[in-house]
């Protein structure tokens, strides 16, 4: 996962990630998938809702190193998206825009959907119940430009404000190499980490009386 360092509720860090998901997703399936055939479950997905950072997560799952996996998906993150960001057309960013806009326009489809929409902003101590006004606001007065400056700043691996935490889940038969170290006590792992501060919720939960 690549992090950028921004809070959930920065709206145009969560609408800029969200924009560069959807501009990546197809070309990197394609590609690590594919033509390089790195593995049997390869994609992205941009998240900005249920922690309090902006992240990029990269999923494989795969049989070759996890260093291997790991360079292959920096040259092509370096190289590959780069290259494709900077070579979008205005119409096609505009459509990109567009994309995402009409997703977030769509109406819930029943009552169910709308609730679970309602239970995820209290649920996440944000309450920002119109996040999608604002994000289809942002979205709109966003540019190519933004996208490049997100993307250097937050997901090219020569950037020195980007964080990245990478998971390896091994099967039990394999005997750990020098890959990383094998966690044994978890309690004490949990215990040892540092958790970052909560963000403040976008509008104040009040309680009116009666």
């Known amino acids: 996962m690549l992090y950028s360092g921004d809070g959930a509720d920065d709206v145009k860090a969560r609408t800029l990630v969200a924009l560069l998901g959807q501009i990546n997703k197809t070309p990197f399936s394609s590609t690590l998938c594919a033509e390089e055939q790195l593995g049997y479950m390869v994609k992205t997905t941009p998240d900005a809702t249920e922690d309090t950072l902006v992240r990029f997560q990269v999923f494989i799952q795969s049989t070759r190193s996890t260093d291997d996996i790991e360079a292959r998906i920096t040259k092509f993150l370096d190289e590959s998206l780069g290259k494709i960001l900077r070579d979008l057309s205005d119409d096609e960013f505009a459509q990109h825009v567009q994309r995402l806009v009409s997703d977030l326009e769509q109406e819930p ?78 309690v004490a792992f949990k215990d040892a980490l540092v958790a970052a501060p909560r963000a403040p919720p976008a509008r104040p939960l009040g309680v009116a009386s009666t």
């Not at 119109?130 to 979205?139: H, K, N, P, T, Y």
């Open 109 to 186: 489809s029943f009552l169910g959907h709308e609730a679970q929409q309602h239970w995820a902003s209290i649920l996440d101590g944000y309450y920002a119940f119109d996040g999608r006004a604002a994000d289809i606001a942002q979205l709109r007065a966003t540019t190519k430009a933004d996208l490049l400056d997100f993307y250097t700043r937050a997901i090219h691996s020569s950037s020195p404000t980007r964080r990245k935490l990478s998971v390896h889940i091994r099967p039990q038969a394999l005997e750990p190499g020098t890959e990383g170290e094998r966690v044994t006590d978890i």
